[in-house]
């Protein structure tokens, strides 16, 4: 089924989705920062006022939707953004970032800002607020776009999904799967079985059927991003609607800024980011970020190791296990380790998302 669109513009809807990170307001402002940046200087280009094409998607209008958590107290609904409603010991991250975004005013037609603690929550306020927009870009705000390896605008994407019948496409992070090719030109789609929270672009009736012919936005349970991912992808699935990934290899187009750990990224300067001699230059402003995004991708593609989703939870894995073995502890819980290598007692966001090395560490700590 081909999608249509009668309007003389398309409206985006783009949500930055953020929240706090280990390292304090500064990794949150820097994390935004490069996520819009390279967002709006890649795949949120639009198509030149010259250009011939005759796309129905050739006049796109961006609006933006920033969501942050406001208070400690995890809250199932989303609510717009006042600074008195801010719990004290998130002032200056909410601060920090509405500043940041404010900066990003001219590549947007609106910005606004609402309180949301959770992902799923903020996804499921495109039904709730009734937003009336053609198709919805999700962004979370340690996600950077690759432009050499992306090579499409959200315009080249839409006409490829129009022409094919896809609901929802996905950026590739290097590790998808992906089955036959739907469209060659202007960009190649192909079928793949994983919905993600990754940044994907989806239509309007695509995130509708979400929020409305599934329960998935009325089941609390479900509020927590894996067991959400794989409860939309089950729906997907069972209802026949057309998934996809861009492009037609295992090339990663985004990179994983991984915020949880760019404090730790950033302490032992490993990485894309903190391991290029450019990033002391570049944190006190005598790099452009236009010059560090451009190291940062020539890092990906000469070393794609490095910019593997879960590069830094590995070698902090490693780490971990290293720093015991010196210390010869043993019969601790992981946290307590963690606690010791790091020099601090809050640690508690390093283990909130998936960690594929903690099983490695907490058998050393066992022998």
């Known amino acids: 089924m081909k999608h249509t669109n009668k309007r003389a513009q398309t409206r985006v809807y783009v949500a930055l989705i953020s929240s706090p990170v280990p390292g304090g307001a500064v990794s949150a402002q820097i994390l935004t920062r490069l996520a819009l940046k390279s967002f709006l200087g890649s795949i949120g280009q639009k198509a030149p006022k010259d250009s011939q094409s005759h796309s129905p998607h050739k006049g796109i209008?961006?609006?933006?939707?920033?969501?942050?958590?406001?208070?400690?107290?995890?809250?199932?609904?989303?609510?717009?953004?006042?600074?008195?409603?801010?719990?004290?010991?998130?002032?200056?991250?909410?601060?920090?970032?509405?500043?940041?975004v404010d900066t990003f005013k001219q590549g947007f037609e609106?910005?606004?800002?609402?309180?949301?603690?959770l992902l799923p929550v903020a996804f499921c306020h495109f039904k709730h607020a009734k937003l009336d927009y053609d198709y919805y870009f999700l962004l979370e705000h340690d996600w950077l776009m690759l432009?050499?390896?992306?090579?499409?605008?959200?315009?080249?994407?839409?006409?490829?999904?129009?022409?094919?019948?896809?609901?929802?496409?996905?950026?590739?992070?290097?590790?998808r799967p992906f089955t036959e090719l739907l469209t060659l030109n202007p960009v190649i789609l192909s079928v793949t079985p994983y919905y993600s929270n990754n940044p994907f672009l989806a239509t309007a009736t695509f995130m509708k059927r979400i929020g409305s012919e599934s329960s998935l936005c009325r089941n609390p349970k479900l509020m927590k991003d894996r067991l959400w991912e794989?409860?939309?992808?089950?729906?997907?699935?069972?209802?026949?609607m057309n998934i996809a990934i861009l492009g037609a290899s295992l090339d990663p187009q985004i990179y994983h800024m991984d915020g949880q750990?760019?404090?730790?990224?950033?302490?032992e300067r490993i990485g894309p980011i903190f391991g290029l001699s450019e990033a002391g230059e570049w944190l006190n402003g005598s790099v452009s970020d236009d010059v560090m995004l451009s190291a940062i991708e020539t890092t990906c593609l000469v070393n794609p190791g490095c910019c593997a989703p879960y590069y830094f939870r590995d070698i902090f894995a490693t780490k971990l296990v290293s720093f015991a073995r010196s210390k010869r502890l043993r019969g601790i819980h992981i946290f307590e380790l963690t606690q010791m290598y790091m020099g601090h007692a809050?640690?508690?966001?390093?283990?909130?998302?998936?960690?594929?090395?903690?099983?490695?560490v907490e058998t050393e700590l066992k022998s």
């Open 61 to 100: 209008v961006y609006d933006l939707g920033v969501y942050m958590p406001c208070s400690s107290v995890v809250k199932q609904r989303v609510s717009s953004f006042r600074e008195s409603d801010v719990e004290t010991s998130l002032h200056e991250y909410t601060r920090g970032v509405v500043s940041v």
């Open 110 to 117: 609106n910005i606004k800002f609402y309180c949301a603690g």
């Open 147 to 175: 432009p050499t390896r992306l090579n499409a605008t959200v315009h080249d994407i839409l006409k490829a999904m129009e022409i094919s019948g896809v609901d929802y496409a996905l950026l590739q992070r290097g590790t």
């Open 230 to 240: 794989r409860a939309v992808e089950s729906f997907a699935t069972k209802n026949h």
């Open 261 to 267: 750990f760019f404090k730790f990224a950033r302490q």
């Open 346 to 360: 809050d640690v508690s966001a390093y283990f909130t998302g998936h960690f594929p090395g903690r099983p490695l």
